[in-house]
């Protein structure tokens, strides 16, 4: 079964950057046929949405991100970033990709982001 593996969280000081990758587990699965969101769940909070990019490379973010992050993909690389620069200490949370392929949704597991000095 393919699943999104997230990669690139860490402890990052406020006011710092950090790069989030996901890819499919599998080749046979491409990014670039739909849409790809990020999503963050902060400890006790609802998971919400950061951004999405479609298929054709709009992007569309949270109030709260706006400004700060990047949603982008490489294609040949098979691949979605969120850049997230400015970070502060309500950006901490475990964020996720997400994508709907013919109905399904898949999710991976998660890559964690504290933000700390």
């Known amino acids: 079964q393919v699943q999104l593996v997230e990669s690139g969280g860490g402890l990052v000081q406020p006011g710092g950057s950090l790069r989030l990758s996901c890819a499919p587990s599998?080749?046979?699965?491409?990014?670039?046929?739909?849409?790809m969101d990020w999503y963050r769940q902060a400890s006790g909070e609802e998971r919400e949405l950061v951004g999405r990019i479609t298929s054709g490379g709009t992007t569309n973010y949270a109030d709260s991100v706006k400004g700060r992050f990047t949603i982008s993909r490489d294609n040949a690389k098979n691949t979605v970033y969120l850049q997230m620069n400015s970070l502060k200490p309500e950006d901490t949370a475990v964020y996720y990709c997400?994508?709907?392929?013919?109905?399904?949704?898949?999710w991976g597991k998660g890559t964690l982001v504290t933000v700390s000095s």
């Open positions: 599998t080749n046979i699965f491409s990014i670039s046929i739909g849409a």
């Open positions: 997400h994508t709907n392929s013919y109905g399904m949704d898949y």
